[in-house]
């Protein structure tokens, strides 16, 4: 705990006062304390250890004065940062309406921290997996509520993306998906909710098909790693932050996809084997950007260039999105507003 203070978080006047417990402390977990705070929730943190996470508190006011500086948000960030704080208890979780475990993803610590989160909190609080690819219902087994147990996966930085999936599993009761939905839009999200529990859920089953096929490209000596990235930033990363892949095909006529998939798609790469191009990275100790030895090699001040050029591009891309959302060429936009609602402007909140 911070200093010998109990953390004690009363009820509060709706949504927006409700407090939130974040469980993993990593860079995800920090991403996602300040999308929380921006939004005017009260969030406690849990680790296991709070002195090796005792810069969480820096970590978490620097990105909350980058929202600032980029407009997302208004209120005072030393304000905003005061309603966090940091625990190695579970018990700390006692008052709050949502719990989001952000931890390795490892099934069994998971159901473990579950079990522990279920000590602490009432009956009718919330309690979300930020995993990327196990189901949701695997991790509802054995639950004392499994009807509360959800799906809520974000996308790193999570406090700058549009991105938020929401997932039901198989006895996940539909009014906690269509309330977090709700909490989304207040996150400054454009929330996808996902109906039937699957592996990989939307984004990465496309994403991971992408990125073996690119793989194979490379492996089967189509072309190179560079030249892949050049098509795809120039081409599909062109459209993508305008339209999805339907809505794209609409726009460019829906027959010409039909005419190509029935020649191209026999020839795409369907191997459940990792790709050889991933496996060289692995075998000789890269781990990307972190370590310098990825696809490509990196010094150590070309990696935190990147890394701050990524950074910076999400904030523009954000505010590119922004201006054409989802339903923006429709005559009518109330069908996707029950969705996801319209996102206010910058008031505290996100944007």
């Not at 920090?30 to 709070?50: E, K, N, P, Y």
């Not at 810069?55 to 309603?83: C, N, P, S």
């Not at 939307?202 to 050049?230: K, P, Q, W």
């Not at 904030?315 to 590119?320: M, S």
Request: proline share 4%.
């Amino acid at each position: 705990m911070n200093g010998n203070r109990r953390v004690k978080p009363q009820p509060g006047r709706g949504e927006e006062m409700m407090a939130v417990g974040v469980i993993g402390l990593g860079l995800m977990g920090h991403s996602i304390i300040a999308c929380l705070l921006a939004a005017g929730h009260r969030v406690v943190g849990v680790t296991r250890d709070v002195k090796k996470r005792r810069d969480t508190g820096r970590h978490v006011r620097l990105l909350l004065k980058q929202m600032k500086r980029e407009g997302l948000i208004r209120k005072d960030t030393a304000k905003l940062a005061a309603k966090l704080a940091v625990s190695d208890d579970f018990a700390d979780l006692g008052g709050c309406g949502l719990v989001i475990e952000s931890v390795i993803e490892d099934i069994s610590v998971k159901l473990e921290t579950y079990r522990a989160v279920e000590r602490a909190v009432g009956a009718n609080a919330i309690i979300a997996t930020n995993t990327s690819s196990i189901p949701v219902t695997l991790l509802q087994r054995d639950a004392a509520h499994p009807e509360r147990f959800v799906g809520i996966h974000w996308d790193e930085p999570a406090h700058v993306t549009r991105f938020l999936e929401i997932i039901a599993g198989e006895k996940t009761a539909p009014a906690v998906s269509k309330r977090v939905l709700a909490l989304a839009t207040r996150w400054g999200k454009e929330p996808s909710l996902l109906r039937r529990d699957i592996r990989g859920f939307i984004t990465n089953r496309i994403s991971y098909a992408m990125f073996r096929e690119a793989c194979h490209l490379v492996d089967s000596g189509a072309a190179t790693f560079e030249d892949v990235d050049r098509s795809l930033r120039n081409d599909v990363g062109w459209w993508m932050p305008f339209a999805g892949p339907f809505r794209y095909m609409d726009l460019m006529g829906v027959e010409a996809y039909y005419r190509v998939m029935k020649d191209l798609l026999p020839e795409l790469s369907n191997s459940p084997e990792i790709p050889r191009a991933i496996e060289r990275v692995i075998e000789a100790g890269g781990r990307g950007i972190s370590n310098g030895k990825g696809f490509y090699r990196y010094t150590p001040d070309e990696a935190e260039r990147w890394k701050k050029l990524f950074l910076k591009f999400n904030y523009e891309i954000r505010r590119l999105a922004m201006k054409y959302p989802a339903d923006a060429g429709s005559k009518s936009r109330k069908s996707l507003r029950k969705v996801a609602g319209r996102v206010p402007r910058a008031t505290g909140r996100t944007a």
